[in-house]
């Protein structure tokens, strides 16, 4: 049986934060939008999740179509839902974080241009709101 709502649908997102934290200065992997909104911008990977895809799948899959970085597994630490935060329309992101030892080369494809490594105390300006995302994950997971 169909059923037929008339509530809004938010879309809905993942953001991976995958820190390099066993080295100073500890360093966050970022890429440059290819695509509008914010095209040229530096963000966190990321992006919207496929239907049959559980919440980590997508997270996994946008970390490897965006930067070539294969983990098997990250930690879900906030949902980040403000109206306002993206133009495109309500959208909600679950964030996610992953520790690696080193800075793995990372390849940007998909609707990434650039990928690369920054200081968490010299971060470019960034898009959406993934300056929050990443102050609420240094807060929860770094200290």
Not at 118 to 125: C, N
Request: net charge negative; glycine share 6%; with cysteine.
């Amino acid at each position: 049986m169909a059923y037929t709502y008339d509530y809004p649908r938010p879309m809905v997102t993942v953001d991976c934060l995958i820190f390099n934290k066993l080295k100073e200065p500890i360093k966050i992997l970022l890429i440059q939008r290819k695509n509008p909104p914010f095209a040229g911008s530096w963000a966190l990977p990321g992006g919207f999740i496929e239907m049959d895809e559980t919440l980590m799948e997508s997270a996994l899959r946008e970390l490897k179509e965006e930067t070539g970085i294969v983990l098997s597994k990250l930690e879900q630490i906030y949902t980040f839902g403000n109206p306002g935060r993206d133009p495109r329309g309500r959208t909600i992101s679950v964030a996610f974080a992953g520790f690696v030892p080193k800075e793995l080369p990372a390849v940007a494809a998909d609707d990434a241009a650039k990928a690369d490594w920054f200081p968490i105390d010299q971060l470019p300006e960034l898009a959406f709101d993934h300056a929050e995302i990443i102050r609420v994950a240094i807060e929860s997971k770094l200290k």
